[in-house]
């Protein structure tokens, strides 16, 4: 499977698209002509403009009266008031959050090209940004706002202006936090096929880790980000932005995204400052908001250029039209086991599931066909396309199967969220087994509140990939799987808390 980092996506997919696609179907609208350009922050000097830029952006929405409902306080109000989390509308939820937050910060300071950096957690140590500290207005600390709230949407917010982590700590330093955010964790979800898991994935384990490993310190009450409030913290923004750019690299490599009904009435507020009613069906095309991703380049551009496409009459065309319609799952997913777990899963103590498992052997061979998205590099794009590669553009391509854990009607009882590390046959797991061992698998974390509202409806589900581990540990023949979960407060050495699972599936896809 190909798993490499691929930060060219956009083009080579778009070059899929030109290539394998017979009769684009060209949408009606076209997209803005300037758009807002995403950069990855932690690839962007010390003293790039924008970080003074954002930290301005922020004074001034601190500086509004707080009856404007572009004031920095009102805005983090819509996310405890109104935020959907554990089900399809989370992406496109947070996607207008981010997209009318983007336009007010570029409304106060009177730049229209304003656009959000964001935080890549897998490059480095996924470090935040010096300037989070450098610079006093994109820390918490000297705002200091007040973090008390209660909405029926996220009942008892209890918070106070600090990070867990520190200036030059990577999220991936935890030996036991740090799983759900390397390139490899990432990868494996970019390579979800099917929009229910790559979403549920992407929530559930780097999303929702972030806003613990940051959230929570090994004592006393939890920082902003932990919270319903998390947009107070700055930082927040950045991390969102990086879940929305992973979504923009997995819709880009040609997947095709759910089908989204909701209206979001009044939910969100424009840079005039006025409440505005969205479409949760309308953040499918970014461009068409307003803004891409800097890794994303100008394919038409590039492609213009090579010669491969000559006569594109309006290049303001949203690129999607040329995209392939979705990748290819040749096979359904196969179940191979259940479990119902009994008993609770109690933080710091190992909970180990003996799950019978059919044919493990047969499904790591089995095969699932995909898209073949492994496309040129820009560099060779504009040089010229190589036509040994430009042959192989949309070609259905097989690709080994892999094993899941579904996790289901997943229900925590305490007020600590923890992080949980999902290991297998592991015959010395202790809370202070590192994700770097062989037999971890995956992992997830909590957050949000089972809300009043009952936005959490039918519990919360986790996914989490068995493959990598089952091989690594040599499991293949096994006729059972001991899946084993080691979940993790942010004190190592004073674990509280528990969570209860109904069942648990295994499956191949
Ligand atoms: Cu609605 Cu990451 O939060």
């Known amino acids: 499977?190909?798993?490499?980092?691929?930060?060219?996506?956009?083009?080579?997919?778009?070059?899929?698209?030109?290539?394998?696609?017979?009769?684009?179907?060209?949408?009606?609208?076209?997209?803005?002509?300037?758009?807002?350009?995403?950069?990855?922050?932690l690839e962007l000097p010390a003293g790039d403009p924008i970080f003074a830029k954002y930290a301005d952006a922020v004074?001034?929405?601190?500086?509004?009266?707080?009856?404007?409902?572009?004031?920095?306080?009102?805005?983090?109000?819509?996310?405890?008031?109104?935020?959907v989390h554990n089900g399809i509308d989370f992406l496109p939820w947070h996607r207008h959050y981010l997209n009318q937050f983007e336009k007010i910060c570029g409304q106060v300071i009177g730049d229209p090209t304003f656009a959000l950096p964001y935080w890549d957690w897998s490059l480095g140590r996924g470090k935040i940004p010096d300037a989070f500290f450098d610079r006093k207005e994109l820390t918490v600390e000297h705002w200091n706002d007040p973090g008390v709230y209660d909405t029926p949407n996220w009942p008892d917010i209890d918070t106070r202006a600090i990070r867990a982590i520190g200036k030059g700590v990577g999220v991936q330093d935890h030996p036991q936090h740090g799983g759900s955010f390397t390139a490899s964790a990432i990868n494996s979800i970019l390579n979800e096929t099917t929009f229910s898991r790559f979403n549920r994935r992407l929530e559930g384990t780097p999303h929702n880790a972030g806003h613990v490993v940051v959230g929570f310190p090994p004592t006393g009450k939890p920082g902003h980000i932990g919270s319903g409030l998390s947009p107070l913290d700055p930082l927040f923004w950045l991390h969102?932005?990086?879940?929305?750019?992973?979504w923009a690299q997995w819709q880009m490599a040609g997947n095709t995204t759910a089908s989204f009904m909701q209206l979001y009435q009044g939910h969100f507020v424009n840079e005039a400052g006025q409440s505005v009613d969205v479409k949760a069906a309308d953040a499918l095309d970014f461009r068409a908001l307003g803004y891409t991703y800097q890794q994303f380049g100008d394919p038409i551009e590039l492609l213009r250029r090579a010669g491969t496409i000559r006569n594109i009459a309006d290049s303001g065309r949203w690129i999607d039209s040329f995209l392939p319609a979705n990748r290819i799952e040749a096979a359904a997913p196969a179940a191979l086991g259940t479990f119902k777990p009994t008993e609770a899963v109690e933080v710091g103590i190992a909970a180990a599931f003996e799950i019978p498992v059919r044919n493990l052997r047969e499904q790591l061979s089995a095969t699932r066909t995909i898209l073949d998205t492994s496309l040129p590099p820009v560099s060779a794009i504009k040089n010229g396309l190589d036509e040994k590669m430009l042959a192989q553009f949309g070609r259905?391509?097989?690709?080994?199967?892999?094993?899941?854990?579904?996790?289901?009607?997943?229900?925590?009882?305490?007020?600590?969220?923890?992080?949980?590390?999902?290991?297998?046959?592991c015959p010395y797991l202790s809370p202070r087994t590192p994700y770097t061992d062989v037999h971890f698998a995956d992992s997830f974390a909590f957050f949000s509140h089972e809300s009043r509202a009952g936005h959490d409806h039918g519990g919360r589900e986790f996914f989490v990939d068995l493959t990598k581990a089952i091989q690594d540990v040599d499991l293949k023949a096994a006729e059972k799987l001991k899946l084993q979960l080691m979940a993790a407060g942010p004190d190592i050495d004073?674990?509280?808390?528990?969570?209860?699972?109904?069942?648990?599936e295994i499956f191949s896809a």
């Open 396 to 425: 259905p391509k097989e690709t080994s199967r892999r094993i899941f854990a579904h996790l289901k009607g997943v229900a925590l009882e305490s007020a600590t969220p923890p992080t949980v590390n999902v290991f297998l046959n």
């Open 59 to 83: 004074k001034k929405m601190h500086a509004l009266p707080a009856t404007d409902k572009r004031n920095w306080r009102r805005q983090a109000e819509i996310h405890a008031d109104r935020c």
């Open 494 to 504: 004073k674990p509280v808390g528990k969570f209860s699972i109904q069942s648990i």
């Open 240 to 246: 969102h932005c990086n879940v929305d750019r992973l």
């Open 1 to 41: 499977m190909n798993t490499g980092p691929s930060r060219r996506r956009f083009c080579q997919a778009a070059a899929v698209g030109l290539a394998a696609a017979s009769m684009p179907t060209l949408r009606a609208q076209p997209a803005p002509a300037m758009l807002r350009v995403r950069k990855s922050a």
